[in-house]
């Protein structure tokens, strides 16, 4: 569609009787200003951190309370609008891109930190509260709370919750699910339940682990409880340098096989260290094929007991320099080139993608070998970074937008590493989730009876499917048409 | 594909309904026993283990045991220990959802399930989750079957997320009334401890150390305490995990066992009858006669449940009964997972 089409298609929209009388209720629920109908208020709305993919809602609501939240799903639910919850909108396979036709509801300014319960260690809070306010705001109380995606300035604890945000220290700490332990959700017909609790369990299903990850498609989260931890006393990190990838592949293997579950454990590839290492100087071996970073944290003797042994094995496996973070500055900037990975890539190309695949470790080399491979084929670059830990691996295809064909090839690109990903027995998405960027590649990973059981999950909370409609799970047709051109099983 | 699959599915298929049974060892736990039984035995063996992956696919028929010492023989584990309570099975031990002694700190038995090959009440083999640590695509159904008591579907082969055992044990005794335990637990529990395990009961709190041989070391001296020797702590965590220790043992004649999960930090519940303290003060259980209806109502004050774990008379519901809008939630997810009704009618709530 060229832009004048599109843009005569959203006037007409725009001016669509239902439209009106969605606004005119919704007006009636919600202030003045808490409503945004303008196409120029709407704009900034129109996508997520996935920018490839965009649409205008026919309005955007804003609401501050739990009852104007109830009060717009009810209005929508009566009218049969769609609706798509949105916190920071930092996500990267569009799970919060609008749907036509629909309503954008966005929890920003749902930000107050409720309650704090240091003896109990766990924390209140409202969906719109940044990940890393929730470390800052514990902290007095040496505390924090563990999952730490790199989006974490910005990111929203109700958006964790809805892709189950990993990070650079999950492997030892755990994902959203691990350290969310109590939810209050607005269903999309307005009712409000509390899934999880203060306690260890509750009775029943456990649907706080449905709703994690659940990509807005179940509920809007109203509150979340959070775990905190204490905050190690120390921590230290270990950079080492590898002439190949397989060599660094192996000393990952060779560092868990010896019992050592490191706080974090990262690689990253050749090219994706040049990007960065040109962002933020932080060091890096540049003559590298790939570079490990593996963290200890805990006692002193903890650390240091840890950090020699990972050496050792470091070293065996073919690490021809190692550098050990001399104080909390040096940690601190060796890890602010990792999080800074996107964002350097970002620097060196027009346009990338990420992918997120997760696969069992000790296919990293094949992978990568393969990846490289494609890489030729399809006349794109690809930098790799990767949480060797628990083997999810963030290939980043760049490419350059203005040029006629370049995206359909990035895409396709990235759609055969995530084919790859479940060849070698791992899934299309670790932590970004599905969203709207690899709905179909969901054909290739389960069967239609399984994706039919999604459907029947979502149904279970959302009968008329109106929650972030079109998301996560492909319908029939979405995986005939991929069969067409791919190979869904 | 194993003839037990088959013999599964042609039972499934006959839309009548079925107890799903392992080892049998938690045939005492949630509503009646309904239904034919089926043994799931037959479905049995590790189908991988990786250690350098710490990854651990079964059948569900595989005992327990026979899992837990080939991941000894290369010095990993199910950190939550889950407990036996005899010939358990993997499958068993999912669909239960039980954890053992380190729940509060190493995570719940649901933590570690990666993913689960289900059979659903039409008979079809669904996989869910995988072999991975991370894995968000599709929704979590894999974490949502553990502790579903069967009711969903016949769990036919599970994957789990397994760790290193502790490089470093040690086990401390505290003379120390029920007030000033709970403090302690919860207040330790906020520190740079390498706590593993809490128990109080008796006026004696003792504490289970697992880590790093300098931090073990190191929280020994600071803590205090009277260390308690390896053997007899050994035995001491396997008593608790089982329920063998003085505590639980018994006939019925002492009564039913109650187990209340609790907020780690809600004070002593002054209750006519002995307790049990675990998992840093969030688990409670209760050794006597004591009213159904007073002490669910003390427990949902506190902001946790009562479970009628064993014994007792559970014509009035085992499980604390959900709000209706929840129930309807459940409903749903049991007709679309077993629209016949096969799988363990009532084990769980007589509507499921």
Redesign the interface.
């Given at each position: 569609m060229s832009q004048e089409e599109h843009s005569a298609d959203l006037a007409q929209d725009l001016a669509n009787p239902d439209r009106a009388a969605l606004l005119a209720e919704l007006a009636g629920v919600l202030p003045a200003e808490a409503l945004l109908s303008a196409a120029e208020d709407l704009k900034p709305y129109e996508c997520d951190g996935l920018t490839a993919y965009s649409a205008l809602p026919w309005a955007v609501a804003l609401p501050q309370n739990d009852e104007e939240v109830v009060a717009v799903l009810k209005v929508c639910y009566a009218r049969q609008v769609p609706v798509v919850a949105r916190g920071a909108g930092t996500g990267l396979s569009g799970g919060a891109t609008p749907v036509v036709q629909g309503v954008v509801l966005s929890l920003a300014r749902f930000m107050r930190i409720l309650e704090i319960?240091?003896?109990?260690?766990l924390a209140r809070v409202q969906p719109g509260v940044r990940n890393l306010a929730i470390s800052e705001a514990v902290a007095p109380?040496?505390?924090y709370y563990a999952p730490d995606p790199s989006s974490q300035i910005a990111c929203t604890i109700g958006g964790n919750v809805a892709?189950?945000s990993?990070g650079v220290h999950?492997?030892k700490y755990?994902?959203t699910?691990?350290n969310v332990v109590r939810l209050r959700v607005a269903?999309m017909n307005g009712?409000?339940?509390?899934?999880g609790?203060?306690?260890?369990?509750?009775?029943?299903?456990?649907?706080l682990?449905?709703m994690?990850?659940?990509e807005g498609m179940?509920g809007v989260v109203l509150e979340a409880t959070v775990k905190?931890t204490?905050?190690?006393?120390t921590a230290q990190v270990v950079m080492a340098s590898f002439d190949s990838v397989v060599d660094a592949g192996e000393a990952v293997?060779?560092i868990?096989?010896a019992?050592?579950?490191p706080a974090g454990l990262e690689m990253m590839d050749k090219l994706a260290t040049a990007a960065v290492e040109d962002f933020v100087h932080a060091g890096y071996d540049l003559t590298a094929a790939a570079i490990l970073l593996a963290e200890s944290d805990?006692?002193a003797?903890?650390v240091?007991?840890?950090i020699a042994a990972m050496s050792v094995l470091l070293e065996k496996n073919g690490a021809r320099q190692l550098r050990i973070s001399q104080s909390e500055a040096e940690r601190l900037k060796y890890w602010a080139g990792r999080k800074a990975a996107f964002p350097a890539v970002g620097r060196i190309t027009p346009d990338y993608m990420c992918m997120d695949g997760?696969?069992?470790?000790?296919h990293v080399a094949h992978v990568l070998t393969r990846i490289a491979e494609l890489s030729v084929e399809f006349h794109l670059r690809c930098a790799n970074v990767f949480?060797a830990?628990?083997?999810?691996l963030h290939p980043l295809i760049m490419f350059d937008a203005r040029i006629p064909g370049e995206t359909e090839r990035a895409i396709a690109f990235g759609a055969k590493i995530l084919e790859l990903s479940v060849d070698v027995?791992?899934?299309?998405?670790?932590?970004?989730?599905?969203g709207i960027e690899?709905v179909r590649q969901?054909c290739v990973?389960?069967?239609r009876?399984?994706?039919d059981?999604?459907h029947?999950?979502?149904?279970?909370?959302d009968?008329l499917t109106l929650l972030n409609p079109g998301k996560?799970?492909p319908y029939p047709r979405h995986c005939s048409e991929y069969r067409l051109i791919g190979s869904a099983r | 594909m194993s003839d037990g699959v088959e013999q599964f599915r042609s039972r499934i298929l006959e839309r009548k309904p079925l107890r799903l049974r392992g080892g049998g060892s938690k045939d005492f736990y949630g509503g009646p026993l309904q239904g034919d039984m089926l043994d799931t035995r037959s479905h049995s063996g590790i189908v991988g283990y990786e250690p350098s992956e710490l990854v651990l696919t079964a059948r569900c028929g595989t005992p327990l045991a026979e899992i837990e010492s080939a991941l000894a023989e290369r010095r990993q584990g199910i950190a939550c220990e889950p407990p036996h309570f005899g010939a358990a099975t993997i499958g068993g031990a999912v669909a239960a959802g039980l954890s053992g002694p380190r729940r509060a700190t190493a995570g719940s038995l649901r933590d570690f399930v990666l993913g689960v090959t289900l059979m659903d009440g039409e008979g079809r083999e669904l996989i869910f989750g995988g072999q991975v640590m991370k894995n968000v695509a599709g929704f979590d159904v894999s974490r949502l079957i553990a502790g579903s008591l069967g009711t969903l579907g016949l769990i036919l082969d599970v994957s789990l997320k397994v760790l290193p055992l502790p490089v470093a044990e040690a086990t401390l005794r505290f003379e120390m009334p029920q007030d000033q335990a709970l403090d302690a637990m919860n207040r330790w529990a906020g520190q740079p401890v390498p706590l593993a395990a809490t128990c109080w009961q008796g006026e004696v709190l003792t504490l289970r150390l697992c880590g790093a041989q300098a931090a073990v070391m190191a929280a020994c001296k600071n803590l205090g305490g009277e260390r308690i020797a390896e053997s007899e702590a050994a035995d001491f965590w396997t008593a608790l995990r089982e329920q063998t220790a003085q505590f639980f043992a018994g006939p019925d004649t002492h009564g039913p066992l109650w187990r209340l999960s609790l907020p780690s930090v809600t004070p002593p519940l002054d209750l006519p009858a002995p307790q049990l303290i675990e998992w840093g003060g969030a688990q409670r259980w209760l050794r006597g006669a004591v009213d159904a209806a007073q002490l669910r109502e003390a427990a949902a004050i506190a902001g946790g449940h009562a479970t009628l774990f064993r014994g007792g008379d559970k014509a009035g519901g085992v499980f604390s009964p959900l709000p209706p809008g929840l129930m309807e939630v459940h409903r749903r997810l049991k007709q679309s997972f077993d629209p016949y009704g096969v799988f363990n009618p009532g084990r769980l709530y007589p509507e499921l």
């Open positions: 319960d240091p003896v109990a260690r109380h040496g505390l892709e189950n990993g999950c492997l755990g994902l699910l691990h269903l009712e409000v339940i509390e899934v609790s203060h306690a260890l369990d509750d009775p029943g299903y456990d649907l682990a449905l994690i990850g659940s179940l905190l204490p905050k190690p006393r293997a060779a868990i096989a019992g050592i579950i805990g006692t003797e903890e240091a007991e840890e997760t696969i069992p470790r000790k949480h830990g628990d083997g999810n027995g791992g899934t299309i998405t670790g932590e970004h989730g599905v690899k969901m990973q389960f069967s009876e399984e994706l059981k999604f029947a999950v979502k149904a279970a909370f009968p996560a799970v | -």
